[in-house]
């Protein structure tokens, strides 16, 4: 087996003529052990894993809750426009 190094792949990665794994869409690194979800969105987002096409590399996007916007879900659009609504009315995030 030449070198005796054993690569175990994670999360669902495959082994690669002991060069490296390949790692299902979402996770990367050598072991498969980066969840590129982990922490990405903000504010309730939702993380989706998917392929640039151009290159074939993988990135994530966010599907944000009601009432944020931004690549991480980051803007909040009710903060940012507390002089929206006029004659005491509120501003309300819709489910």
């Known amino acids: ?8 792949c994670r999360n669902g990665g495959h082994c690669r003529d002991r060069k490296g794994c ?10 498969c052990e980066t969840d590129l979800c982990s922490g990405f969105c903000l ?3 939702i ?30 659009w009710c903060r940012q426009n507390e002089g929206y609504c ?3 009315g509120d501003l309300f995030r819709s489910l």
């Not at 390949?22 to 072991?31: D, H, Q």
């Not at 993380?47 to 909040?76: H, I, M, N, W």
């Open 86 to 88: 006029l004659n005491k």
């Open 47 to 76: 993380c989706k894993p998917v392929v640039a096409a151009k290159y074939a590399l993988q990135a994530v996007r966010c599907a944000c809750t009601s009432g944020f916007s931004g690549e991480r879900c980051e803007d909040d």
């Open 43 to 45: 504010n309730g987002g």
């Open 22 to 31: 390949i790692c299902p869409l979402g996770f990367n690194g050598t072991k």
């Open 1 to 8: 087996m030449g070198s005796g190094k054993i690569l175990f």
